[in-house]
């Protein structure tokens, strides 16, 4: 062998070395604990490439060395099913775990919290602020018809879904209870039910008052009485847009409106709220008692009377209980 083939012969165990050396110490920083000192999340945007990937988690401090990451992915042939989304990025993770999570697609899941008794108009500005939805909303559905409940929804989610998912839930869950209601009830339809469990959400925000309030209802219905239910009045007020932000007047009771239940007969033409599942439940299977009145104790919830001279006591009391009240000056 002559001297120029003998060195080309080290060169090529020169750069043999260097190759081993150098693909020994990548794969060491592939699956090797990372910099990141604390959790964090990282939103991958629909369409990013694998390049912007890497720099991307470099800048949030999930990998000391884009490259290796940008490398790693693409000779285990992964490069090309990285899924966008949010992910939550664990303490110490390696670049390894950090793309197959990426693969994986398991990305965080938020919650969004819709109280029971709001209106459709509140739950759609609810949505319209929550963060991580996409999207517009949709024609405003009807009062009534979304379920109060915590939905789970990862990020990028269209809210016309979320409002789709919550339409389903609520006629799920009214189908449900109606097929199992108490027999005798004075409804009608699934419908019938949905308004006064509306009312009977804004009637009190005590669950185990419900069933009792549910039940003055009915026994009003059964016995040809009307509901004069202030909540249905205050409705009437406000088209649903809002609370009332103040007490109901006398001459509030007395505004002509088809949802004023002090001036009309039966239930209103729809719901007031969007009521929960306790609320229909407690419509549908209400407790067996003969109260036919009710009225505020001073305490958060109610006393509950059988005959209109019982309750003319109860609102006595409540009446001085609200004049010894202080008053707080602006």
Same mark, same amino acid.
């Given at each position: 062998?002559?001297?120029?083939?003998?060195?080309?012969?080290?060169?090529?165990?020169?750069?043999?070395?260097v190759?081993?050396?150098?693909?020994?110490w990548?794969?060491?920083?592939?699956?090797?604990?990372?910099?990141l000192?604390?959790?964090?999340?990282?939103?991958?945007?629909?369409?990013?490439g694998?390049?912007?990937?890497?720099?991307?988690?470099?800048?949030?401090?999930?990998?000391?060395?884009?490259?290796?990451?940008?490398?790693?992915?693409?000779?285990?042939?992964?490069?090309?099913?990285?899924?966008?989304?949010?992910?939550?990025?664990?303490?110490?993770?390696? #670049?390894?775990? *950090?793309? /197959? %999570?990426?693969?994986?697609?398991?990305?965080v899941? @938020?919650? $969004?919290?819709? !109280?029971?008794?709001?209106?459709?108009?509140?739950?759609?500005?609810?949505?319209?602020?929550?963060?991580?939805?996409?999207g517009?909303?949709p024609?405003?559905?009807?009062?009534?018809?979304?379920?109060?409940?915590?939905?789970?929804?990862?990020?990028?989610?269209?809210?016309?879904?979320?409002v789709?998912?919550?339409?389903?839930?609520?006629?799920?869950?009214?189908?449900?209870?109606?097929?199992s209601?108490?027999?005798?009830?004075?409804?009608?339809?699934?419908?019938?039910?949905?308004?006064?469990?509306?009312?009977?959400?804004?009637?009190?925000?005590?669950p185990?008052?419900?069933s009792?309030?549910?039940?003055?209802?009915?026994?009003?219905?059964?016995?040809?009485?009307?509901?004069?239910?202030? #909540?249905?009045? *205050?409705? /009437? %007020?406000?088209?649903?847009?809002?609370?009332?932000? @103040?007490? $109901?007047?006398? !001459?509030?009771?007395k505004?002509?409106?088809?949802?004023?239940?002090?001036?009309?007969?039966?239930?209103?033409?729809?719901?007031?709220s969007?009521?929960?599942?306790?609320?229909m439940?407690?419509?549908?299977?209400?407790?067996?008692?003969?109260y036919?009145?009710?009225?505020?104790?001073?305490?958060?919830?109610?006393?509950?009377?059988?005959?209109?001279?019982?309750?003319?006591?109860?609102?006595?009391?409540?009446?001085?209980?609200?004049?010894?009240?202080?008053?707080t000056?602006?």
């Open positions: 062998m002559g001297p120029f083939a003998r060195r080309i012969g080290l060169v090529l165990v020169f750069l043999g070395v190759f081993t050396a150098v693909s020994v990548a794969y060491a920083q592939f699956v090797r604990p990372g910099p000192a604390v959790p964090t999340t990282v939103i991958i945007p629909r369409g990013a694998l390049d912007d990937i890497a720099a991307q988690l470099a800048a949030a401090g999930v990998l000391p060395y884009p490259l290796v990451f940008r490398v790693g992915a693409w000779l285990s042939g992964r490069d090309k099913s990285l899924r966008a989304g949010e992910y939550a990025f664990a303490a110490r993770i390696s #670049p390894r775990q *950090a793309l /197959a %999570l990426l693969q994986s697609g398991k990305t899941v @938020r919650r $969004l919290t819709v !109280a029971e008794g709001l209106t459709t108009t509140q739950v759609l500005a609810q949505l319209n602020r929550t963060a991580g939805l996409e517009d909303l024609s405003p559905p009807g009062e009534g018809t979304l379920l109060p409940e915590t939905y789970h929804f990862s990020y990028g989610e269209r809210r016309d879904s979320m789709t998912r919550m339409r389903a839930a609520m006629d799920e869950t009214l189908a449900r209870l109606w097929e209601r108490a027999p005798g009830l004075p409804l009608k339809s699934p419908r019938e039910a949905l308004i006064l469990a509306s009312i009977v959400e804004k009637e009190t925000a005590l185990e008052e419900r009792r309030i549910a039940a003055v209802f009915l026994n009003r219905l059964g016995k040809g009485m009307r509901l004069q239910s202030d #909540p249905t009045v *205050a409705y /009437a %007020l406000t088209g649903g847009r809002g609370p009332l932000g @103040r007490p $109901l007047s006398r !001459a509030d009771l505004t002509p409106s088809p949802f004023n239940t002090y001036l009309i007969d039966g239930l209103p033409p729809g719901p007031v969007n009521p929960g599942r306790a609320a439940a407690a419509v549908l299977d209400p407790v067996a008692t003969e036919l009145y009710f009225v505020a104790d001073g305490t958060g919830g109610h006393v509950f009377a059988r005959t209109l001279g019982e309750h003319n006591r109860n609102v006595v009391r409540w009446r001085k209980f609200r004049e010894n009240q202080p008053t000056g602006q």
